[in-house]
């Protein structure tokens, strides 16, 4: 990696990134990730991490149980892992009476963290599994020793309240994010002064004069995010939400469609893709963006432990920029009140349905 980052657009672009840099480790690897399945291509990953146990890497895995559910049941692989030193960690277990639970459902570990020796760390919306290996992804492999030592700062703090009856784990400090350089390390925790990412959200959309672009594969917000969306689209900022047509949760799909009309009647440009776009992130003026794996939705913004990374680069903007409209705007189809309006009975009654539980989701 030449440069400071490197960006990857697709599912195998990232994995094949994250197993380029586990194969070049020297001392240490840390993951946290929310999915990871163990069938082909998760093998792979753990395969090339056995070696590296060999090697001496000290090396640490941090999986969310809901996440990673079936993983957690492989007791083969487990025992293998633990036989060569590979410290294996599931974050709120599902079970009753776990030592390590915390909710039955809520309080995810969402994040993707993976932190390479002192120098580089991956983050993005990566799931590893062959069931997301044709999805698109956006991740970023930062190579910054202080940006990877915040990241690791927060990765030992959420391993090590593992067991902790606690919910306050794993979180950057506000004052760290208040004035923005290059590249930018950032946490979100399901307390009320640490939701740093949606506060993020909420302050770029409104500083917004000229343009806004949301990608997000789950977009059901809450009325604060649509408030402002409406009134950026009010003052002439043209704002651009790029979902997929279908994603895999049907419901929420019927959750999310409920916003759409009020966002077109205001102007907002809503974009449904073809395929089943994971990434998750944004583009503020075409100067700013966040790159990381909060979703649009409740789930992500008010009950889920998130991280991502804002950058202020120019070279990265554009990058992001190119996607955008090269191809994930090329690759869809864009939507009109009229079009939408002519939506069968059957599905608004549904939708009108789901709407109840939209805060849920």
């Not at 709120?92 to 002192?118: E, G, M, Q, Y």
């Not at 991740?139 to 009856?165: L, Q, S």
């Not at 799909?253 to 990434?279: C, P, W």
């Amino acid at each position: 990696m030449d440069k400071k980052y490197k960006l990857s657009f697709t599912s195998k672009q990232c994995v094949d990134s994250i197993k380029e840099r586990i194969s070049g480790a020297k001392t240490s690897i840390d993951i946290e990730i929310y999915y990871f399945i163990n069938d082909e291509i998760g093998s792979e990953i753990l395969n090339l991490l056995i070696q590296k146990a060999k090697e001496a890497v000290k090396i640490r895995l941090l999986f969310d149980h809901v996440g990673s559910y079936e993983f957690s049941k492989d007791n083969k692989i487990l025992k293998e892992l633990k036989s060569y030193n590979i410290k294996v960690l599931f974050f709120n277990s599902v079970l009753p009476f776990a030592k390590n639970r915390k909710t039955f459902w809520f309080l995810r570990d969402h994040r993707r963290n993976i932190i390479i020796d002192d120098e580089y760390l991956f983050t993005g919306s990566v799931c590893i599994g062959c069931t997301t290996s044709n999805w698109k992804e956006l991740g970023i492999f930062i190579k910054d020793t202080e940006i990877v030592a915040k990241a690791r700062n927060v990765f030992n703090e959420t391993w090590n309240k593992v067991y902790h009856p606690t919910f306050n784990i794993g979180s950057t400090l506000r004052k760290e994010i208040i004035s923005l350089n290059d590249f930018n390390y950032i946490t979100q925790s399901p307390l009320q002064f640490k939701r740093h990412i949606y506060r993020y959200y909420v302050k770029a959309i409104k500083a917004s004069k000229n343009s806004v672009y949301l990608i997000s594969p789950y977009f059901v917000p809450d009325r604060r995010i649509v408030r402002q969306l409406i009134r950026a689209s009010k003052r002439h900022a043209n704002v651009h939400i790029i979902i997929p047509k279908n994603t895999e949760i049907p419901v929420v799909d019927f959750a999310r469609n409920t916003y759409i009309k009020q966002l077109l009647t205001h102007g907002v440009h809503i974009y449904f893709h073809s395929e089943m776009v994971h990434s998750k992130f944004s583009l503020f003026d075409n100067k700013e963006a966040f790159i990381g794996t909060l979703n649009l939705d409740n789930l992500s913004l008010r009950y889920n432990y998130e991280c991502g990374i804002i950058t202020l680069n120019k070279d990265c903007i554009s990058e992001l920029n190119d996607h955008i409209f090269n191809d994930l705007i090329q690759n869809s189809t864009k939507l009109t009140l009229s079009s939408w309006n002519n939506r069968s009975l059957l599905t608004k009654i549904v939708e009108k349905f789901v709407w109840l539980f939209r805060k849920l989701l």
